[in-house]
C-alpha cells in the first residue's frame, strides 16, 4: 500500500549553506538518508516529499554545523499480509513468476497459480485444463501471503529488500484480460 507519513530526524547546515534555503539542503539529506531503506512499520521510502516543521537550530563545541530538528512527509510503500495486489509479470521462471507490484517485485510459485498443473514452456507457464498462459508482461491480480523481515545485509548480496509472496488461488485473482474481463486462474 503506498501512503504519505510524517517523519522526524535532524539534520545539519553548514556554514556555506546558511544563505541557502534551509528546507531544500535538509530535504537533499533526507533523500540520501533514507529513500531506498525499507523501515519498520513504515515501510520502503520512495521519496522525501518536502521538509514541513523545523525546530531551533542547535550548535555542538567543535563541529562548526548548525544541527535542527525537522519534521518531514515522505512517500512510502508498506506491502501487508492478505492486501490484494495488481501487478505485471516481471520474469517467469521453472518453479513460478515474478511479479512487479510497485517499487518492489512479489513471487508466486507455481503451486499458487491456480487449482490446475501448470508447466514451464518457452518462457511461459500453461496450464493443463483451463488452456491459461501466462507470459512476461501479462497483467495479475494476486494475494500477498507473506512478507519477510527486512534484512539490511540484502543489499550487499544484491537481494531485494523484503521478499513477498504471493497467491492466485482464491476466485477473482489471477490474469487479468487487457478487455476489461478476467481469465480466472483458480
Aim: proline share 4%.
Amino acid at each position: 500500500m503506498f501512503y504519505m507519513t510524517e517523519m522526524s530526524d535532524v539534520g545539519y547546515i553548514r556554514p556555506i549553506d546558511m544563505n541557502k534555503d534551509i528546507r531544500e539542503i535538509l530535504r537533499e539529506q533526507f533523500t540520501s538518508k533514507y529513500v531506498g531503506r525499507y523501515l519498520k512499520d513504515v515501510g520502503l521510502i520512495l521519496g522525501i516529499l518536502e521538509v514541513t516543521d523545523l525546530g531551533y537550530g542547535k550548535s555542538i563545541i567543535g563541529s562548526p554545523h548548525i544541527y535542527v530538528r525537522a519534521k518531514f512527509k515522505v512517500m512510502a510503500y508498506l506491502p501487508l499480509k492478505d492486501e490484494v495486489v495488481e501487478g505485471e509479470v516481471e520474469n517467469i521462471v521453472d518453479y513460478g513468476m515474478f511479479v512487479s507490484i510497485g517499487p518492489i517485485s512479489g513471487f508466486v510459485h507455481i503451486s499458487q497459480l491456480g487449482d490446475d498443473v501448470f508447466i514451464h514452456r518457452a518462457g511461459v507457464l500453461q496450464s493443463k485444463k483451463a488452456k491459461i498462459t501466462f507470459r512476461k508482461g501479462d497483467k495479475v491480480r494476486a494475494r500477498i501471503t507473506t512478507v519477510s523481515k527486512p534484512s539490511p545485509a540484502a543489499i550487499l548480496r544484491g537481494e531485494p529488500i523484503v521478499k513477498v509472496a504471493l497467491t492466485m488461488r482464491q476466485p477473482g485473482l489471477g490474469k487479468i484480460e487487457e478487455k476489461g474481463g478476467e481469465e480466472k486462474s483458480g
